[in-house]
């Protein structure tokens, strides 16, 4: 494991969410969860981040704010769709507003379904993007040399 | 008079779990107008009731928000029983007090949560949120859901609860009530949290009224109106008080949310007392034909879902108007002169919840 | 369960201003401005409340016609009214805050105003 996959930070941007996962994701956070102890910070600032954690669909009006934070990112990133609705839309996928699963805007990396997704669900998810990233991040120094 | 800047403030903001956007137009530190735009989670799902039949549609109805989730599925039932008249069994209406009001205290604690945040004090934070896990284990536990319960259908709810688990249910919250006391004195008692919150944003009584504010947000302004005392569910038979505070500052608002959740383990612990046996659902044949505005009290204040059916298993029109939506004016006054360092805690103190304002 | 009472009043555009006005005198407090499309109809229901009685006016237009704003009886009616034009296409005549159809931004221009959405493939077909 490199520095890099030791002390990942997560930016956390609410879609078109019910607020279900968001409040989930969240939860991880807190005491009973605490995702700290993997070395993971809730960061506001993109540039700071290395996860991009998404939760809701894609809809009219964020989908230029989603893109905006997401080329914030400094490379090498990971995205974590969470929740049904980031995944295809979920319930909602017939509303005429909503655009589909978070892959219609930007790639995605691990999808984690469930509504609303579980902590624990969404632990897995991200520490399973720790090692894409960690991928990501050995291809990049590959490529540099 | 010193140049107008503009700011905007959103819709990712470190302090916003959702995103709002506002226009601060600043003059130095004061800000002399906000203008809120909304639609960011617009997901326009009240245009699905032409695609879901009505009793699939509950399914919707609890999407509008993670947070009230259940409070809109029962708001969404009792529209659709109050246009076919259906009189629910008792026992039902008691399940769906006492899982309300569970969701008013997660609501709280986690409301109280985000608050200390973006005070800045984060240990208080984390204790509110330890404290709201034990909340959503029992909810858990009775419904299989931690934040999404699915357990209201139209003409009663989906599950039972034991009475022995009622009874468990009842005591762990008397023996968490220590822990919570020790949370609230924090909000109400420590001079820093006083320091920050005393002052900041009032709502005089009348612009509280005027402005059509409801929930914590009027009543933290003087007026003990509480759409609970209409006695839908089971409130009828319980007897409690609305919190009121009278300062209409952003203390007074969190001074009534504290102390809510003390009226809310009373009202479980009551309903657990008073609950009678029987079925928990009835068969529910035909369709809805008519309109009905059916109203209850959410964690952030009155909820209207207005149903209009036309004889169909597809309603005609199903409208939310949620308690944030009705907050918003009231917000955008007082932020009107406050200082921009003051505008999080000034946002958060109506408890925005934009999913359900937005729908 | 108790069953509320729905007290529904039916206005005409040009007595809209007036019955607001004495729900205002009256002192009561706007609970909600909402908009269902029956056919071609379009039926506002203004909802008020006073001491737990709940009240509304309902007011039906046909398609097309303008509606004056009540902002300047209850200011907080913008959110409402603005809700109203960018979802039906209404045009409501000077509200205090116009947003000029910037309020909810959709993909469809006035989703609720234009033909039901029963007709759309299902979302199996969808992408």
Known sequence: MTYLARSPWVIHYDASSCNGCDIEVLACLTPLYDIERFGIINTGNPKHADVFLVTGSINEQNKEVIKNIYNQIPEPKVVVAIGICATSGGVFRECYNVMGGIDTMIPVDVYVPGCAARPEMIIDGVVKALGILEEKWAKMEAGKK | MSKQVVIPFGPQHPVLPEPLHLDLVLEDEKVVDAIPTIGYVHRGLEKLVEKREYPQYVYIAERICGICSFIHGMTYCQGIEGIMNLEIPKRADYLRTIWSEYSRMHSHLLWLGLFADAMGFESLFMNAWRLREHILDDLEATTGGRVIQGSCKVGGVRRDISSEKLDEMASGLDSMQGELHDLVNVFLRDSSVRHRLKGTGILSKDDAYLQGAVGPTIRASGHSYDTRKIGYAAYGDLSFEPVVASAGDSYARCEVRAKEMFTSIDIVKQAVKKIPDGPIDMKVTGAPDGEYFARSEQPRGEVIHYIKGNGTKFLARHRVRTPTLANITPLVTILKGCELADVPIIVLSIDPCIGCAER | ?127
């Open chain 3, 1 to 127: 369960m108790i069953r509320e009472e729905q007290k529904m009043q039916d206005i005409t555009p040009d007595s809209l201003i007036r019955s607001v006005q004495a729900m205002k005198d009256g002192g009561k407090r706007l609970v909600q401005i909402g908009c269902a499309r029956i056919g071609d109809i379009f039926e506002i229901n203004y909802s008020f409340d006073k001491d737990y009685n709940f009240e509304n006016l309902k007011l039906t237009i046909p398609s097309g016609l303008e509606v004056p704003s009540v902002s300047g009886i209850y200011t907080c009616a913008f959110v409402y009214e603005n809700e109203i034009h960018d979802l039906y296409g209404i045009e409501i005549t000077g509200i205090a805050i116009d947003f000029k159809g910037t309020f909810i931004r959709t993909s469809i221009k006035y989703p609720f105003g234009v033909v039901s959405s029963k007709e759309e493939d299902a979302c199996q077909n969808k992408l």
